[in-house]
């Protein structure tokens, strides 16, 4: 682990019982999150992506523990830089003063505000929940806020149903940036808004991470976004990430198979761009019934017999870049080329 | 491009009277559509690109009102204004799933839940052609194969709840095709899916528009679906057309502020140069209070004093290639 | 569906053994000595300590309930501290009068409100649907014994048509049965139009509409057949609010039901009999909203199939 | 306040909540408005019919009946106001608790509301009635119990609801412990579906009260019960029958009033709901 880690998950598991009847009894488990490995340098940013259902949402609260893990390690650096705390294993006071480091911006931006707290308020919530400052320091701290994410100081008085919806994300960045935290977890920050909105938003974000030194940890199914923000990217199938590389070598030089694919399903603004798509047949299966071997081979063109039977290592398959598949050497995988 | 339009739509408007006031939702839109051409529509949420859809099926009801235009379609050898149709009369159904079909963002709520998938498609082929129960359920059938549903027989059978989102867009798909429309009306019929299913569905229709040769109306948010669906595409805000022209022109040549804006807000998987994206500043005005002149120019980058006052109208700009903005024209 | 029915009846075990520990504790709970309520005010204290002693009231408390309920398992309810009859002998015959009345009662509202809440969805917001609403609106404002009063009145006094109380013709039935179904009529009224306004919302009456399906389509077979899975479940609870209701009708026009039983008992203080009427209420609740909760499963496939 | 100047936007809510507000009027000031002793027996007057001195007419026992009428409307005031409040207290903490709390307590709490919920309110206040006796302080207790599942079953509801909220689990990133959620964030959510449903239930608690009464399980004569009174005309209904006119009218008009009102007050809190009404 070198010095400039700051945060190192390690076998992430999340399993969500179901439970029937009054007794409650577990009938079986949905595997939402089965064995992540990832760890976000400081500065940087890590992109999360993959469809719905493959665990990237609740990757991001596990690391929070937002949602109890199921088991693994979430190694974190802590307010004295020293060493890595567990969050996994933290106590509620340890935990506590670990939340003054992580905060989260959410998809939604209309649950995620209180309708009956003003903006103000919002925005000065997490110091109020710390016990830091007093009222008016809190008051003058949340302006301050305000300001640095696009927004006025008449509007701190305001309820949030006045505001729109690219406003109200810029208000839950706000909050998000109110206890001066390291790492935010950014959880589909755009996808719930508008074209013309959601570029503001990714502005925004920029601005702040070199304003402010922040180190994002991005997740979103949207892999242009991805692809823009990110210095990483992890793509995540079914609960494990599949692949990890810097965004130009994992976009030009995909590695597992189902990145490729992926890629070649995203829809590109652009009529003459014509990429030879690769078809991803059915649908992703249950994650409460994982098919054996590589969670990916019923999907797969290249699956073979031992991808049915085995499951492939994560492993390093070239400098810095990361997969789990058993061809991964082998395959010629079609990247995107630069233009 | 000389061959008669299969359906024009003329200075169309669709209020919605409610107790807040009048929404202007659609204020003045004009378009047609060739047949078995594709048109996208595009524009963010509130531009009135749905209510458009939904006037051009007739189905627009209280408290929404066509104030005024034309959408003039041919059917069985004449010319029908369906904005003059009753929208609960013979004549409209008589055009809904024959002439035009519709497909919906959401699948799920789209279907029906109580009914088996294959007799949703029964229904749609026996409300429109004489032919007996036994024949409707082959074709349609043969329709959930043709649309790509493994095991069709099986799958007719079924209930939408225990399809995937996917197979349930397909089933829609099937229904809508079931009587040969001649114009297909697709309302984000991917949004709600993946991006892995999202591409199967679009491959499905780009194949089922070649096959059946229809017309395709395909609305989205998306400029990336636009792009590989389209072959005309028309831009809306707020309840207007403010670009219109052949897809490669759109993309290639943007001529109104707002689809530049629009280009160059969305980060491009092609191209790595792009560290900032040129975002269109302010929100979009809510339909109940539309400012005065050009609703883009409080957040246009080039607005003029004349932008404020006088509404522009669509004028060519190059060959088939509208935009509503006086940059490109010269005020009389 | 059938481990669903199974485990249904199998929940009936114990809301049974569950009721019959509430009637145990009602002994208890009542303020009074049990004995002296068994024997009756008047008794002389000879019987009371002949009561005490055989119903144990002397012995602790988990004797007496494993003894209860031992007894009642047997079918054996006690016996009524006037008649001397066993509380069942006098509690069945009671049982079915109550039923035709509720039956007739839910059939008359089941009727009545599907039509006028159909009726009122179809044409929502217009003048039709405002009679409807305002006339559902006075029916759940009049509570059965404001409307069986006036329904003497007018039908037995002043028209001098209708018997005023009994059952003993079917001319008797009229009366009761309107005057309870149409409060339950009224109210059944507003939930299946406000489930039929509801439905008509839906995306997939639009689907229906874009087919071309004519409005008679759209209306009664692809929103009535959604609306009738809520339909379902307030019809079951109409049926219970119908006996409720019947509580308070057979005690206006003299009807000999397990209601106005219970309450005559109530009044008497004959607690065994108390005790016998509300057992069996409770026992048919459960049974009835049993029977709702499986034809709710047999009319939504999402529960049938899966 | 925004909501009484959204209120008062509905013309029939308002008319009604005037008409509301003056029977709660004459119920605060019975005392001293009714024209005679509602209690006082009169023997020479007794059955006589509506005039000019008795609006009304009087009952077997001479008694003036719109006094009579008058001062039932305190006692039905009283006993479902109490009532009403009785539900509440007794239903939301049980309902918040059970929904915060989750798991087996949540699953098995509501299994048996959801049981006691099956049985109409007028079974349950006949049984508790039972025990609870026949009085003022029986029927409130008698009500309120019958009443206080369906005030569980929303105070969980919303619990659960804000539980799933955004704006809760930022207070957990921002380290926040469950006591500060309850209050900043689930109490403000849950006090305005609870007054909506206090005021839709109230005509319900008004007709049970009389019910009960009719029955001759509500509160016991000479205290005057509209229910009762009626139950008392019935017997005369052949000779007198204007002795149904005031109990029947003023329970009518009550419960209509109250109905309207909570049709209103729930328009105004969830504009959201109007669409579909």
């Known amino acids: 682990m070198s010095d400039d880690t700051l945060l190192e998950v390690r076998g992430l598991r999340k399993y969500f019982p179901i439970r029937k009847g009054v007794l409650q009894r577990t009938v079986a488990e949905v595997k939402a999150v089965d064995g992540v490995d990832l760890a976000v340098k400081i500065g940087e940013t890590v992109g999360l992506v993959g469809e719905s259902g493959c665990g990237k949402t609740t990757t991001g609260r596990a690391i929070l523990r937002l949602t109890e893990p199921t088991s693994g390690e979430i190694l974190f650096r802590g307010r004295d830089d020293a060493r890595m705390i567990d969050v996994a294993t933290a106590s509620p006071a340890r935990l506590k003063e670990l939340r003054r480091d992580m905060q989260i911006i959410f998809q939604d931006p209309y649950s995620s505000l209180n309708p009956r707290m003003t903006v103000g308020e919002i925005v000065a919530e997490p110091l109020q929940i710390q016990g830091l400052m007093g009222r008016a320091e809190r008051e003058a701290r949340a302006l301050d806020l305000l300001k640095a994410v696009g927004l006025s100081e008449d509007h701190s008085r305001r309820f949030p149903h006045e505001f729109s919806g690219g406003q109200r994300q810029r208000i839950g960045i706000a909050r998000a940036l109110a206890l001066n935290p390291k790492l935010i977890i950014c959880d589909e920050p755009v996808s719930a808004l508008d074209v013309s909105i959601q570029a503001q938003v990714i502005n925004l974000l920029q601005d702040l991470q070199e304003r402010f030194g922040l180190t994002y940890l991005f997740i979103a199914h949207d892999l242009s976004v991805v692809k823009h923000i990110s210095n990483r990217v992890a793509v995540m199938y079914l609960g494990r990430i599949v692949e990890l590389a810097s965004t130009r070598e994992l976009f030009e030089n995909p590695k597992h198979p189902y990145t490729e694919a992926l890629m070649s399903a995203v829809p590109v603004a652009d009529p003459d761009f014509k990429v030879e798509r690769i078809p991803l047949e059915g649908d992703v299966p249950s994650p409460v019934d994982p098919p054996k071997g590589c969670h990916f081979h019923p999907r797969c063109r290249y699956a073979q017999d031992i991808c049915r039977n085995e499951v492939p290592a994560y492993r390093q398959v070239a400098s810095a870049h990361f997969a789990s598949c058993h061809r991964a050497d082998e395959l010629g995988l079609r990247g995107l080329k630069s233009s | 491009m000389s061959v008669d339009p299969l359906i024009e739509v003329k200075d169309l408007k669709v209020h919605f009277h409610t107790e807040d006031g009048v929404a202007r939702a659609v204020d003045g839109v004009g378009f047609s559509i060739a047949p078995e051409r594709t048109l996208g529509v595009v524009g963010e949420s509130g531009c009135g690109k749905s209510v458009t859809a939904r006037a051009v099926m007739g189905l627009i009801e209280a408290p929404g009102k066509i104030e005024q235009g034309e959408i003039l379609l041919r059917h069985n050898g004449r010319t029908v204004d369906i904005a003059k149709l009753d929208p609960r009369g013979a004549e409209i159904r008589g055009i809904r799933g024959t002439e035009i079909a519709m497909i919906f963002q959401e699948p799920m709520t789209s279907l029906n839940p109580v009914f088996r998938i294959g007799d949703q498609i029964v229904e749609a082929i026996l409300l429109h052609e004489k032919i007996g129960r036994a024949a409707a359920r082959e074709r349609a059938v043969e329709l959930l194969a043709a649309v790509g549903i493994p095991l069709p027989r099986q799958r007719f059978e079924q209930f939408p709840h225990q399809l995937s989102g996917g197979m349930r867009q397909r089933a829609m798909i099937a229904m809508a095709m079931s009587c040969n429309p001649k114009l297909l009306i697709a309302d984000e019929p991917t949004t709600a899916l993946d991006v892995t299913i999202q591409a199967q569905v679009m491959d499905l229709m780009n194949a089922l528009r070649r096959d059946f040769n229809t017309a395709i109306m395909f609305i989205t948010h998306d400029l990336g679906v636009i792009a590989g669906m389209a072959d005309d595409v028309v831009v809306m805000y707020l309840g207007r057309i403010v670009e219109s022209g052949p897809v490669r022109e759109i993309f290639r040549n943007p001529k109104h502020p707002y689809t530049q804006g629009l280009m160059g807000s969305i980060p491009s998987l092609a191209d790595w140069g792009v560290r900032r994206l040129t975002a269109i500043d302010g929100v979009v005005p809510s339909p109940f209070a539309v400012p005065q002149g050009c609703g883009f120019a409080p957040r246009c980058p080039h607005a003029m004093e004349i932008c404020r006052t006088r509404s522009p109208d669509l004028a060519e700009v190059a060959p088939g290639h509208a935009a509503a903005c006086f940059l490109n024209q010269v005020p009389t | ?306 | 306040m925004e909501f009484l100047r959204r209120y008062r936007r509905d013309t029939v809510g308002l008319f009604f909540g005037v008409l509301l507000l003056i029977l709660y009027a004459v119920a605060l000031t019975a005392h001293w408005i009714t024209p005679a002793d509602p209690m006082a027996v009169n023997l020479r007057e007794v059955f006589s019919p509506p005039s000019a001195k008795h609006w009304l007419g009087t009952d077997q026992f001479g008694r003036d009946v719109l006094s009579r009428v008058i001062l039932a409307t305190q006692v039905t005031v009283k006993v479902t106001s109490f009532a009403c409040l009785f539900a509440v207290l007794v239903g939301v903490p049980i309902g918040m608790f059970v929904g915060y709390r989750g798991g087996w307590v949540e699953a098995v709490a509501m299994r048996l509301t959801d049981m006691l919920l099956i049985f109409p309110i007028i079974m349950l206040a006949i049984v508790i009635v039972v025990v609870s006796g026949p009085t003022e302080t029986g029927v409130v207790i008698a009500l309120g119990i019958a009443q206080a599942p369906t005030f569980i079953r929303i105070a969980r509801g919303v619990t659960l609801a804000a539980k799933e909220e955004l704006y809760v689990e930022a207070a957990i990133a921002a380290g926040s412990g469950w006591p500060h959620i309850l209050v900043r964030h689930i109490w403000p959510n849950i006090s305005t579906p609870i007054i909506v449903q206090a005021t839709l239930t109230l005509p319900v608690f008004v007709l049970n009260a009389s019910a009960l009464s009719y029955l001759g399980l509500g509160v016991q004569p000479p205290t005057p019960e509209w229910g009762q009174m009626l139950n008392e005309a019935k017997d005369h209904l052949i000779t007198s029958p204007y002795l149904i006119v005031g109990p029947a009218l003023a329970l009518v008009v009550f419960v209509l009033s109250a109905n309207l009102v909570g049709d209103a007050v729930q328009e105004t809190l969830n504009p959201k709901l109007k669409k579909r009404k």
């Open chain 3, 1 to 306: 569906m059938t481990r669903l029915i199974i485990g249904r009846l199998l929940f009936m075990v114990p809301a049974a053994l569950g009721i019959i520990t509430f009637l145990f504790a009602l002994f208890h709970l009542i303020p009074g000595d049990p004995a002296i309520m068994l024997a009756g005010d008047n008794a002389p204290r000879s019987v009371v300590d002949a009561i005490r002693e055989a119903y144990g009231f002397d012995q602790p408390l988990h004797v007496q309930y494993g003894r209860y309920m031992a007894k009642v398992l047997q079918g054996d309810l006690g016996i009524s501290n006037y008649s001397r009859d066993p509380v069942v002998n006098s509690v069945i015959p009671r049982i079915i009068n109550t039923a035709q009345l509720a039956f007739l009662s839910m059939l008359f509202a089941m009727i009545v409100s599907l039509v006028l809440g159909c009726v009122s969805a179809m044409y929502w917001n217009r003048p039709l649907d405002k009679v409807v609403t305002v006339v559902a609106l006075l029916g759940i404002c009049t509570p059965v014994f404001v409307s069986g009063l006036l329904a003497i009145y007018f039908f037995s006094i002043y028209l001098g048509w209708l018997p005023i109380s009994g059952m003993s013709s079917w001319r008797h039935f009229i009366l009761p049965v309107i005057t309870l179904g149409a409060f339950q009529a009224a109210v059944l009224t507003r939930m299946v139009r406000s489930c039929m306004v509801d439905a008509l919302g839906k995306d997939y009456i639009v689907t229906a509409r874009a087919k071309g399906a004519p409005e008679f389509l759209v209306v009664f077979k692809h929103a009535l057949r959604n609306a009738l899975l809520p339909i379902v479940t307030l019809f079951g609870l109409g049926l219970g609010h119908t006996l409720g209701g019947s509580v308070v009708t057979e005690t206006i026009f003299n009807w000999p039901g397990l209601g106005r039983l219970m309450v005559n008992s109530i009044l008497t203080r004959d607690l065994p009999i108390t005790q016998g009427a509300i057992f069996f209420f409770a026992m048919i609740f459960i049974l009835v909203n049993m029977i709702v909760d499986l034809v709710y499963a047999w009319v939504d496939p999402r529960i049938r199939y899966d």
